[in-house]
């Protein structure tokens, strides 16, 4: 039985490009600090929520993607996704995989 | 709400858009191309200047021989993307020799003002917020043209050559 | 090459100036990003899977050690220290910030560059012959006639809201290497009966989800009368095409639905009207002028005498092979066309870090009048080397992992970003690319093979050009697997064709596997002296549908 999928919501910073994850409230520059909703509805709630940010010119193409739970974190069931979140995979050395990028959490 | 800008300032607009089904009223009136070919003559025979409007998709072709005696032709943008009106204008000013007033309407972008005017529109239906400042600007961010259009203004390749 | 005089100068510097505005009223919220969307790219920016990707473009493929320097400096400064060379021979940078762009752009206009119409529903980049000027083989140089259409459409007024994307090429030669016949439109410059040069036009190719080749509007159109006809061609266009439907939007698209016959004559309708009016006219002094750009250098006079083995070299084979592929007839004697291959076996197709533009700066001021050429092949090409420098340019190539011997060979392989990098891929494609390349590596093995065009897509938008390769792949989404479907038997030249669908994808790990089991039905069924393309064609799918999808025993 496949294990259950949840939601989380992700963008780009309007001024560089940069992905980012929702959680509660604000954007995140890393996947394994984002937030996971426990439900459609939550899901939902956030993208709404996330309007006044594109309103306000913050971030752009804001939308909900698929994620499993594995080992205690979570894990893009996409590969496109996947490949967001770390960067290309034939670049390890470039995007947020890169072993001199900062874990940066907590800002916009 | 809008606002009409014609040959450089705001006008107030004389015209009025007539329902296909509605009674023609006295006094300059645009109608429809469907409403134009079914009433062309008794439109045409109005001692008022006449207006058509067309849809994107339709070609000011179908407007027929009488093109000349239109004082208004209307020209749709429905999104900004749908560019088949810079096509439409051009052919009015160019192929028919339509010397009447070309108006853009619709969902078009500031950034496209320049190239409407280019290719023979000279009104625009603008949103009330829109400053002639803005309309100058549009004309003059981009000061010479590589391409001969329906506004005949020199190319960069005839003031090479008058150098 | 063609040089900005003061009217161009003005042009791009303008265009800078006019996005500056744009990026403040988006960044203000005055513009919101669907109006801000096609503006952004018609000056080539996309957002893409991790940033914003920038398209430079390289107007028929030719840069100045000059351009070359400041796209390393670009590559540096405001990106991650390299590029990549596309199949439409421009550069892109992946990792750019929206509120930098101004500034990039300002930079590229500082030694006559931009990104005008490299994206949007506009005509785009004009390529042409990476080998033009100097290939003995063409009629012309066909780039002054692409610089004076990429003046032409540049903002053109009533097509820069067309209903989609319209690409153009140009071509001079009877072997095609620009792939005309899968261009929106395509020029090719041909003599006629009387000898008096002129241009076919062919309009209606294209690759995407509906590939087509393209068809011939006209045979002959006389010099003075190409941009009349050009224009004609994209009027019908943008006043007849659909519009309700993305996916149906371009212009192969109408002309199969109305047919070639219907499409040259509303095309013959606009063309006599253009004319009529003069507007259009190209006299032979404007042409002329802008062929003197082009004009080829001073050759010395040179005796033909390629070098052979130099023990300098490591007394090796490398070079001797390099030479076999990578080196190509010129028209004055001594002289050679050499290509750079951006394939290195293992790296990423198309790439370049900023030391190696760098370098390659160097080598082109020392070697090659100070000129370069990108082809649709996502190589450089050095247009004009003297022989006798080879050696030299082959030993300094070696030092910065630019002297891969494979031009034309089965892992030159062209590569789209694929998901690595592109919002709109269902797969990557570089790893499928990177995996090939390896499992070929061996050079013998590679030459036994021959001449053999892999070309791979990430998506159905054909970015890969698959539709055109020898071997095609089509990476898909399954499930949330990639996987990967064959075609065989396509090419971009002038004997152009579309590949043949073999069946059901492979996986990820199965792909190269299935790849070597269709080459290996090659090397077994040839007859001598046929490519891979030349057997296919003779004995078509079967044997290689059979062999691809033989069970590889555990």
């Not at chain 3, 692409?146 to 009877?174: C, D």
């Not at chain 3, 533009?357 to 009048?369: E, G, N, P, Q």
Request: glycine letters at 8%.
């Amino acid at each position: 039985m496949a294990t259950p999928v949840f939601k989380m919501l992700t963008s780009n910073r309007l001024r560089d490009g940069d992905v980012l994850y929702w959680k509660a409230g604000t954007w995140v520059e890393d996947l394994r600090d984002g937030e996971v909703f426990p439900d459609e509805t939550a899901a939902e709630a956030a993208l709404a929520a996330a309007q006044k940010d594109i309103l306000g010119n913050q971030v752009v193409a804001a939308y909900l993607f698929d994620v499993r739970i594995e080992n205690g974190a979570a894990r893009p069931v996409k590969e496109r996704e996947l490949v967001r979140a770390a960067g290309p995979t034939v670049r390890p050395d470039t995007g947020k995989q890169a072993p001199s990028a900062e874990r940066v959490s907590n800002h916009v | 709400m809008t606002k009409l800008l014609k040959s450089g300032a705001f006008a107030a607009d004389p015209f009025v858009s007539v329902a296909d089904d509605a009674v023609l009223p006295d006094g300059d009136i645009i109608v429809s191309l469907a409403r134009f070919q079914k009433e062309r003559e008794s439109l045409l025979a109005r001692n008022a200047p006449l207006g058509v409007r067309l849809q994107s998709s339709q070609s000011p072709e179908l407007l027929g021989d009488d093109v000349n005696r239109l004082s208004l032709v209307v020209l749709e943008f429905p999104k900004f993307r749908d560019g088949r009106a810079f096509s439409w204008a051009r052919m009015l000013r160019t192929r028919l020799g339509f010397t009447g007033e070309i108006r853009a309407v619709g969902d078009f972008l500031f950034d496209q003002v320049n190239y409407q005017h280019r290719v023979g529109f000279d009104a625009w239906e603008v949103p009330d917020n829109f400053t002639i400042a803005q309309f100058q600007k549009a004309l003059g961010e981009i000061s010479n043209v590589y391409q001969p259009s329906a506004d005949g203004r020199k190319t960069i390749r005839d003031l090479r050559a008058s150098r | 090459m063609y040089r900005y005089d003061e009217f161009d100068a003005k042009f791009v510097a303008e265009r800078v100036e006019q996005f500056r505005g744009q990026v403040a009223r988006r960044l203000s919220g005055e513009l919101t990003e669907d109006q801000f969307k096609p503006l952004r790219l018609m000056n080539g920016l996309y957002l893409q899977l991790h940033a914003y990707m920038l398209r430079i473009a390289v107007p028929y493929g030719t840069l100045s050690s000059r351009q070359m320097r400041k796209l390393a400096h670009i590559a540096r400064r405001y990106d991650k220290g390299f590029g990549h060379f596309t199949t439409r021979t421009n550069l892109q940078f992946n990792w750019i910030k929206l509120v930098d762009v101004p500034d990039i752009l300002a930079e590229l206009a500082s030694v006559e560059m931009h990104c005008i119409q490299t994206s949007g529903n506009c005509i785009r980049n004009v390529t042409a012959d990476q080998f033009a000027g100097a290939t003995p083989e063409e009629i012309e140089d066909p780039r002054p006639l692409s610089e004076i259409i990429r003046q032409w459409s540049s903002l053109h007024p009533e097509f820069v809201f067309l209903a989609r994307k319209f690409k153009i090429a140009v071509g001079a030669t009877p072997h095609d290497r620009a792939a005309l016949q899968f261009h929106d439109m395509a020029v090719d410059i041909v003599k006629n009966e009387q000898g008096r040069v002129g241009y076919k036009v062919i309009a209606g190719g294209g690759m995407g989800r509906t590939p087509y080749i393209a068809h011939v509007m006209s045979e002959f159109v006389e010099r003075e009368d190409i941009l009349a006809y050009l224009e004609a061609v994209l009027r019908v266009y943008n006043q007849d095409s659909r519009r309700d439907n993305i996916h149906k939007q371009r212009i192969k698209i109408l002309i199969n639905a109305i047919g070639p016959e219907e499409m040259r004559r509303r095309v013959a309708r606009e063309f006599d009207e253009i004319k009529r009016t003069g507007s259009l006219q190209l006299p032979q002094a404007e042409l002329d002028r802008i062929a003197a750009y082009f004009a080829p250098p001073a050759f010395e006079a040179l005796p033909d005498a390629m070098p052979l083995l130099d023990s300098k070299n490591g007394g090796d084979r490398a070079f001797e092979n390099w030479k076999k592929t990578n080196v190509h007839k010129h028209r004055a004697p001594g002289y050679a066309i050499a290509t750079i291959s951006l394939k290195a076996i293992g790296q990423v197709p198309g790439d370049a870090s900023a030391d190696q533009m760098d370098a390659i700066a160097d080598l082109m001021d020392k070697y090659s009048v100070g000129e370069i050429r990108v082809s649709h092949e996502q190589n450089l090409v050095l247009p004009h080397v003297k022989q006798k420098d080879l050696p030299a340019i082959f030993a300094r190539l070696q030092a910065i992992d630019l002297a891969t011997p494979n031009a034309g060979l089965i892992t030159d392989i062209i590569a789209c970003p694929g998901l690595d990098y592109c919002d709109l891929a269902n797969a990557r494609s570089i790893p499928v690319a990177q995996r090939i390349a390896k499992k070929f590596a061996d050079l013998d093995r590679q030459h036994d093979i021959g001449e053999l065009k892999i070309k791979i897509s990430g998506c159905i938008n054909a970015c890969g050009h698959h539709h055109a390769g020898h071997i095609g792949i089509l990476g898909v989404d399954k499930k949330g697997v990639e996987f990967y479907q064959l075609q065989l038997g396509g090419s971009g030249a002038e004997d152009a064709s579309i590949g043949d669908i073999m069946g059901p994808g492979f996986g990820e790990h199965e792909i190269a596997g299935a790849v070597e089991r269709v080459v290996n039905v090659y090397l077994k069924e040839r007859k001598t002296g046929e490519r891979f393309l030349d057997t296919y064609r003779r004995i078509g799918m079967a044997k290689f549908k059979e062999a691809a999808y033989e069970q590889v025993p555990a």
